[in-house]
């Protein structure tokens, strides 16, 4: 699986859009772009996963440049539940396992 | 919301005993994973399960580590002796089938402390 390349910390005012960068310029044809999140003490939680296109959900919209090096996970209003350490992962998908690296701590303050 | 289950919560142990830690998957997935979480690092897969039988178990330390999924719903993880270093967060993840874009759900996990 490629490796992925994240800031390791942001911070954002709450209400305000949480913008989350992620390289991975090695990403193969057939894998996909995952972000999952973990708060503290918790799980990871799934948040959004694309291959070429933007993909929005009810949690977040995901940016991917057109050469696929690079992506974007936007939390359009975030709160300060949305603390959490974020993970950007690239995996084919296939029952595959998810390699983590060390991700990006957003801080979301009043 | 189904969720993945996992006990206990909480598990304090010394060196050289022996630990267990249990997995109930979400109901009909049948691909099941269990990750390890050291402090301040992401989580490390640690074996892979597809229905009962193992499928990826190259970063499980045998010599300590046991992993069996029997009847391919719940699983067991096992550590036997405990170590120092085995203090982390064991993660347990399902997912729906081995198909693309399969998405993994995670449990709450299990937190060992080794004394």
């Known amino acids: 699986d490629a490796k992925t390349t994240q800031p390791p910390s942001m911070d954002c005012a709450e209400g305000r859009a949480a913008n989350l960068p992620c390289n991975h310029s090695t990403i193969s044809g057939n894998e996909y772009v995952y972000w999952y999140r973990q708060i503290h003490s918790q799980g990871p939680q799934y948040i959004i996963h694309?291959?070429?296109n933007n993909e929005t959900n009810e949690m977040a919209s995901l940016i991917i440049t057109e050469d696929r090096k690079s992506s974007t996970l936007i939390l359009p209003h975030a709160t300060l539940r949305d603390t959490a350490v974020y993970y950007c992962i690239v995996s084919t998908g296939t029952a595959s396992k998810l390699t983590f690296g060390t991700g990006t701590r957003l801080q979301v303050t009043l | 919301e189904a969720e993945v289950a996992q006990s206990p919560r909480y598990k304090i142990t010394e060196k050289s005993q022996a630990v267990a830690f249990w997995c109930d998957p979400i109901?009909?997935?049948?691909?099941l994973y269990w990750y390890r979480q050291i402090l301040g690092q992401g989580p490390e897969l640690l074996v892979q399960f597809q229905d009962e039988s193992v499928v990826d178990d190259s970063q499980l330390p045998k010599d300590r580590f046991s992993a069996e999924r029997l009847k391919g719903v719940d699983s067991t993880l096992k550590i036997q002796p405990a170590e120092l270093g085995d203090s982390a967060m064991y993660l347990c993840?399902?997912?729906?089938?081995?198909?693309?874009?399969?998405?993994?759900?995670f449990g709450p996990g299990t937190r060992l402390t080794v004394l």
């Open positions: 109901s009909g997935h049948a691909t």
């Open positions: 993840a399902s997912s729906l089938a081995g198909e693309s874009t399969d998405t993994q759900y």
């Open positions: 694309g291959l070429k």
